[in-house]
């Protein structure tokens, strides 16, 4: 089975700029997280989708992010405009079970430097 | 607020010694709890999980870890430590998200140093 893939790997922007990131769940998984991880933090949940509906997105600064997921597969996150604290690795989750945490698989991740 | 908390920053083991990473929750009823390993430049990697039964849990690659509900605990373990164990461990639990539906929230993780 493919895992959830990620792209880019890194991106290194100057502040002020924006960003895109991209994820592709595994197949059938319709439940997809986003979250943040900060060097020597743990991750934080920005956003969960159950299809192409958000679930919470209670930590997103709704500000400078968006995310969306069409049709319920693909997922993007965007900043605009990034600032210096967005430095972080950006992990993209999708889970089998609906409703629930059992199944977490987790991309690569998308390293992002803002400068 | 629910929470999980890694007290260990770092943890330096010698290879072949056994290794015991901790961590202790915070959540309201029955904890589903969650070990994941991070290499560098990689995705987390699921290594065990409890969600009810016996309390020692048994994982990928050796690990297992101990559920203690008394002391709300769950530390990861491993009886003889290898150098390629070396990697950040996050310890997770289940928190309810609203809308009837679930997510993890993490610890801030453990370096773990395995010195041959």
């Known amino acids: 089975e493919a895992g959830v893939a990620q792209s880019p790997r890194y991106k290194i922007i100057e502040k002020r700029q924006s960003v895109a990131f991209w994820c592709n769940p595994i197949?059938?998984?319709?439940?997809l997280y986003w979250y943040q991880q900060i060097l020597g933090q743990g991750p934080k949940l920005l956003i969960q989708f159950q299809n192409n509906g958000v679930v919470d997105d209670s930590q997103l600064p709704k500000d400078r992010f968006s995310a969306e997921r069409l049709k319920g597969v693909d997922s993007t996150l965007k900043i605009q405009p990034a600032k210096l604290e967005d430095s972080a690795v950006y992990l993209c989750a999708s889970s089998l079970v609906f409703r629930d945490a059992y199944g977490y698989t987790f991309g690569s991740g998308t390293r992002l430097t803002v400068v | 607020a629910q929470s999980v908390a890694q007290p260990e920053d770092q943890v330096n083991v010698a290879e072949g010694n056994p290794l015991t990473v901790k961590c202790t929750y915070s959540v309201s009823g029955n904890p589903y709890l969650f070990w994941y390993v991070q290499y560098p430049n990689r995705g987390l990697q699921f290594l065990l999980k409890?969600?009810?039964?016996?309390?020692l849990v048994k994982g990928s690659y050796g690990f297992e870890a101990e559920f203690n509900k008394s002391q709300t605990s769950f530390h990861l373990k491993k009886p003889s430590a290898l150098v390629s164990d070396s990697a950040l461990y996050f310890c997770?639990?289940?928190?309810?998200?609203?809308?009837?539906?679930?997510?993890?929230?993490f610890g801030k993780g453990t370096k773990l140093s395995v010195i041959p």
């Open positions: 997770a639990a289940r928190v309810g998200s609203g809308a009837g539906s679930y997510q993890l929230t």
């Open positions: 197949s059938g998984h319709a439940t």
């Open positions: 409890y969600i009810t039964g016996d309390n």
